[in-house]
């Protein structure tokens, strides 16, 4: 499946790193966006797996903040070609959730401030 994704997505967006995926989405009407990742993390992600496959990114918004150009992403990072334990090759995939601004700050809706104040006061004492 990865595979047919991989071909019918080989004329996406090449990007360097995830944060412009990730602005690119929050900026999106849909609320997605799409590309290759290259550089550093896609030969440290390639090292790891042993594949040498491209590492296609998915970002997807699940929630809208009310603050304004907050949301929480959704992103799925996907290669084909990854080695298993059983010796034959699989697509292998991972997804992680954040909430992000397009300031790159967390949204701070449902965040108590005063108490994460209190927080950071405490680590720096």
């Not at 412009?20 to 440290?44: H, M, T, V, W």
């Not at 070609?81 to 992680?96: H, P």
Request: hydrophobic share 40%; charged share 20%; net charge neutral.
């Amino acid at each position: 499946m990865i595979v047919m994704v991989l071909s019918a997505s080989s004329s996406a967006a090449e990007y360097s790193s995830i944060k412009q995926l990730l602005l690119a989405a929050i900026d999106a009407s849909d609320g997605r966006a799409s590309g290759f990742i290259l550089g550093q993390i896609a030969e440290k992600f390639k090292r790891t797996t042993g594949s040498t496959a491209p590492i296609l990114a998915e970002v997807s918004t699940i929630k809208s903040f009310k603050q304004e150009g907050c949301k929480r992403l959704n992103v799925r990072l996907t290669q084909s070609g990854v080695a298993t334990s059983a010796g034959r090759t699989a697509d292998f995939g991972m997804d992680y959730g954040l909430n992000l601004c397009r300031d790159g700050s967390p949204p701070t809706e449902g965040m108590d401030l005063e108490q994460a104040g209190k927080v950071l006061e405490r680590q720096f004492d």
